[in-house]
């Protein structure tokens, strides 16, 4: 992965009159990588994608996108980059080819490559087969896939997704997902991904940004966000059956762990920091306790957005 | 600047535009009205005289009571004939404004206000056009077919005065230099106006009806030209159209300015 910043955001900052959309943002996203931009509806992901595409103007901070000032170099910057906004936004009288067409002189593909870039994208999005029948004919998924081709028409740099998957079935979001995974991979582009499907993110993105109420409130990637925010370890520990009652008593006795439970032929324990796992299997060890597996669970991105959010609760 | 993309603009409204039967069935059925209907009925004043009951009494009354001019312009010709002659000459010039006025009214109202109501607007605004570039497609979306209309239409309209009224006439009358002052000086400029006005009520409106609706305000000079002509208290003579063409144009470079101003990216995405 390249390691320049191609999108670089400092205090960036919307209001609406009262309301701030966008408060103070920081941030970097380098070239290549597929980034989470988290929050819930109207943390102000939206109006960050059209800060950084010019089509809004900020009210105070800067932001910088592949060298370029959205605010001053709207235009320009727009060729470089693709947007598949929240809702499709097709045009639902016009067929699928003529919806590519259409975009594919906006963006100023050469004349010559508008056939084959049209034919591969619709093989690509498995469109082909309905590429001449009205987009409003589509369905739900079609329509996603098709925005996300118009997105890709003139291969941009950086791909703007806005929810990407919202109330898609689980086929197609699969599908959208491959082709996501598919544009970073293979194509070489950078996603900024802009999601409330906190699984979705944690599948797909290098790092991620949780917003909210316009404010930046963790950044990095789902590991690091546990890390940081000192989240406990669960530990799910397997061991010989004759053994449970020993390993039970030893974590009652150890600090730190506060939960313990048996599920099965497993043991769960949880409550006690990263460092304190080595101690433990040493001392299991040592009790002759005949250990099968001890296996740490990370926290998922959802236990991290919902501690943030309580985190937030908290301070205000 | 990008005409590319302007002409891209262009193209995807009029596809789209054409294609939606409650904008395109109007403006087919009020120009056919207007302009192969009306002279039609011109046709069958040959035919009044002969009604029981009916007698040009009444409209010698109304051109002795006409400004100087008219009364000249219609010298020379007998009464069945300036009947003719005024009904297709005068009395149907503002009606044809209509036309420019209102193909330009429907076709703005639907790219603009529409183009939001359909939600296609933001993928728009993500494009690498200027607001001005954007701004002056949906503004050429509208306008060059109600000029199209207008001049197909005068073309038309021309074919049926001079063939409906042959009988009468029994010589080709039409077009008079007033109606090519009309058509090409002042339909244009009545489309401006249609479509500056639209804009202006598109910026607020929420979807089409509405724009179009608010936007229909725009008719009413019209209406009162045409009651005007009918009741002799103004008629349009060669220099009037052409002043009126003028002030049309004025209003229409007023309207552009504003437009222009009002015309932002950013004010359109913190509507959506």
Known sequence: MASHAVIVAGALTRRFGEVVAVDHLDLEVQAGEIFGFLGHNGAGKTTTVRLLNGVLTPSSGTAQVLGMTPADEGPALRRRTGVLTETPSLDERLTGRENLEIYAELYDVPQADIPDRIGDLLEIFELADRADEKAGDYSKGMKQRLALARAFIHRPEVLFLDEPTSGLDPVATRRVHEMITHLSHEEKRTVFMCTHNLAEAQKLCDRVAVLEHGKLVALGTPLELARRLGRSQRLEIEVAPGDHEKVLEMLAATPGFSEVREEGDAIFASGAEREAIPGLVAALVSAGVRIYRVAPQEASLEDIYFALQGEEEEIS | ?272
């Open chain 2, 1 to 272: 600047m990008n005409w590319r993309a302007i002409r891209a603009i262009v193209r995807k409204d009029l596809k789209v535009v054409f294609q939606n039967k409650g904008v395109s069935i109007p403006l087919i059925v009020v120009p056919v009205v207007i302009l192969m209907a009306l002279p039609g009925l011109a046709a069958l004043a040959p035919r009044l005289e002969d009604m029981p009951g009916t007698s040009f009494s009444g409209l010698e009354t109304l051109i002795q009571n006409m400004p100087a001019g008219l009364r000249q312009a219609l010298t020379g010709y007998d009464e069945v004939q300036t009947t003719v002659v005024l009904a297709l000459v005068y009395l149907m010039a503002p009606m044809y404004l209509i036309l420019p006025l209102m193909v330009a009214s429907v076709i703005a109202a639907d790219s603009f206000a529409g183009e939001k109501e359909r939600k296609t607007l933001e993928a728009l605004l993500y494009t690498p056009t200027t607001d001005w570039e954007l701004f002056l497609a949906k503004l050429l979306s509208a306008w060059l077919p109600a000029l199209g209309v207008a001049w197909g239409g005068f073309i038309l309209y021309t074919v049926m005065a001079n063939l409906a009224a042959w009988p009468v006439m029994g010589q080709l009358f039409f077009p008079t230099t007033m109606w090519l002052v009309l058509a090409l000086w002042v339909a244009p400029a009545v489309a401006g106006l249609g479509l500056g006005t639209t804009v202006l009520v598109s910026s607020r409106a929420e979807t089409f009806q509405e724009a179009y609706q608010l936007g229909a305000v725009v008719v009413l000079p019209i209406i009162l030209m045409v009651i005007g002509q009918a009741t002799g208290v103004m008629y349009f003579s060669t220099w009037l159209v052409a002043l009126l063409g003028l002030a049309c144009w004025a209003i229409d470079a007023v309207l552009l300015w504003v437009g222009r101003r009002t015309f932002r990216r950013s004010n359109l995405a913190t509507q959506m």
